[in-house]
């Protein structure tokens, strides 16, 4: 992982309420929070921390049956994790019902790169 240094300085506004502070306060504070001397792989890890908690708030919705037919590890993007999750085999059948073939629809979800590669030679005729 790159270990470039980071310059930034990223402000952000939220509420603070609940906990030991009385009933019904709530305050609002801005913080410009500086990044700079902190490293790529770092920042990362506390992004990834960030996506775990969205991850665990859609998990605790489903069953336990649910939960362990997961994939082990579970790979999913970053911007999915606080969104349903859809199985490799759900995708599968969304793909199949738009009338994309089975083999075609289980190459797409599961090897997505070999089938670019072969979408880009059918492209080329």
Known sequence: MSK???NAVVTRS???SGGSLPDKYSIRVTVDIDYSGVD???LRGWATADR???L???LRATSPEYLEK???PLKIHATQCGSKIVTPEQRIEELVKTGIPREAAELMVRDPQKFEQM???IKKG
Request: charged share 25%; hydrophobic share 45%.
């Open 70 to 72: 997961l994939d082990n």
């Open 119 to 121: 979408f880009a030679k």
């Open 4 to 6: 470039e240094q980071n």
């Open 56 to 58: 665990q708030r859609v």
């Open 40 to 42: 790529t792989e770092t």
């Open 14 to 16: 939220f509420n603070v």
């Open 52 to 54: 775990v908690i969205a």
